[in-house]
């Protein structure tokens, strides 16, 4: 995108003016956004977008600017725009040696989604349409989604990195509304991650389409759910939603700094059952939140966070690990870097934010778990939620439920919801099984939403308060 020379000059410019560190993130994504609501395609969108973001940080300052305009004479002029002003210049100026860093993270695409026509995807989306129409009359509304992301960037920074890489990021959504009798119930299906037209192979539009809908014909004929605190088994299939907000964004050392996590301070103690050992890994193939660099060219990671039990640490950026670094007295940040330095686009600064998070399955058979369960729920899907960071209380929406009766899957409920806090959820979790699945999402986080993959095994929740219809 620019010669060596432009982007070191780029560089030395931003630190003329002093500052402990600069970095460039250029960036092109070409995007394609194709949706169908009443039974039409109602939007098809595709476009390119490009910039770069130049930032200085001194100390605990960050400065941060973009353009649009991919010109040299642009690129220069956001550096000097954001010299660090008000401290004394270097004795000498800064020099910057740029080297070419490459990855062997293998994250490969079988069939690249930018070499099929936009009327192939959108026949995907009106085959999915019809797919979810067709399982029952009551089936009011449905609502398909395809988008395709194929991201180029540069990195460089004052230390000398230099990397260029690729992200490619497809995801294909349907929502289906079901009603009957003043009853009301939506059913959600998502597939998609770092991958191709391949995902089609795996899961067909179709089929994606039939699970959304027969979920909301299940939760239309479900009762309504009990209340009160029971016993509830998480199944593999909820995907670690609960986990990614009760203890993911607690984990993010930007929070921890603040005084924000209910996990500050707590490295070396026991804050989980010792089943439990949760991971972020940006390495996994095929997952969303996956990537070989982030986005401030640390390497992409696989970083323990508890490990049976104990909290190991936290996730960082390079900015939370250089302040870690000041009050820790250590001098150099890449010891502290997970590789979590993530932006929505060239127009964001980078902040911290998980990957692919998950809690690691044990051996325990998932009907095994279920059986010794004498009374509880099972739920099979999570919903949205809401969680605060600094207590770790939280509440989620169940999607799918179903009463556990006798040691055995009974039938569905509606409208619960699973309310509790996520420290002590964590420490009395006493059944983990062996059957890890995964979740695709976007996260959002001071105003930035990113790709990311949630996962966990079937677990099983001794005692919780469930949110439902008192009988």
Avoid: W
């Amino acid at each position: 995108m620019f010669s060596d020379r432009i982007l070191t000059q780029t560089l030395e410019i931003a630190l003329s003016g002093g500052g402990d560190f600069a970095d460039i993130f250029i960036e092109e994504e070409r995007t394609t956004n194709i949706s169908c609501e009443e039974n039409r395609i109602e939007r098809v969108i595709s476009g390119i977008d490009r910039g770069a973001c130049v930032r200085v940080i001194s100390g605990r300052r960050t400065k941060c600017a973009y353009t649009s305009d991919l010109t040299e004479e642009s690129l220069l002029n956001v550096s000097k725009s954001i010299r660090v002003e008000g401290e004394s210049a270097p004795s000498q100026a800064r020099k910057v040696d740029l080297k070419p860093i490459s990855s062997d993270i293998e994250l490969k695409v079988q069939k690249d989604f930018q070499s099929y026509p936009i009327d192939s995807k959108a026949e995907l989306v009106n085959r999915a349409n019809s797919s979810a129409r067709s399982v029952d009359k009551r089936i009011r509304q449905v609502n398909v989604g395809y988008s395709d992301r194929r991201q180029k960037v540069m990195i460089a920074n004052s230390e000398g990195l230099l990397i260029e890489d690729e992200r490619m990021d497809l995801l294909f959504r349907v929502r289906a509304i079901a009603a009957d009798e003043g009853i009301i119930q939506t059913g959600h299906e998502v597939r998609g991650g770092f991958i191709g037209f391949e995902l089609f192979d795996e899961y067909s539009p179709e089929d994606i389409a039939r699970q959304a809908a027969r979920r909301a014909i299940l939760m239309l004929l479900a009762s309504k759910s009990p209340a009160g605190r029971m016993t509830v088994v998480l199944s593999g299939e909820a995907g670690g939603t609960m986990i990614h907000e009760a203890i993911g964004h607690s984990l993010e050392a930007d929070l921890v700094q603040k005084g924000m996590s209910k996990y500050a301070g707590k490295v070396g103690e026991s804050v989980a059952s010792d089943l439990i050992t949760v991971i972020d890994d940006a390495t996994l193939p095929k997952r969303r939140g996956s990537f070989r660099f982030d986005d401030e060219g640390a390497p992409g990671q696989r970083t323990v966070l508890v490990d049976k039990g104990v909290l190991k640490g936290y996730l960082y950026d390079r900015y939370t690990a250089k302040i870690e670094g000041m009050l820790c007295e250590m001098s150099r940040v890449d010891l502290i870097l997970s590789g979590n330095g993530r932006r929505e686009s060239y127009h964001h600064k980078p902040i911290v934010r998980m990957s692919n998070t998950f809690i690691a399955p044990d051996k325990t058979d998932p009907r095994k778990i279920i059986k010794a369960t004498p009374k509880g729920l099972f739920v099979k899907r999570v919903g949205g939620g809401e969680v605060n960071t600094l207590t770790g209380d939280f509440v989620f929406e169940v999607n799918e439920g179903y009463l556990i009766e006798d040691g055995r899957i009974g039938k569905p409920v509606r409208g619960a919801t699973l309310i509790g806090n996520g420290p002590q959820i964590l420490k009395e979790i006493d059944m983990l099984g062996n059957d890890l699945s995964f979740d695709v999402g976007s996260c959002g986080k001071d105003g930035q939403v990113v790709p990311v993959t949630s996962g966990q095994p079937t677990l099983r929740i001794p005692e919780i308060v469930v949110g439902g219809e008192l009988t």
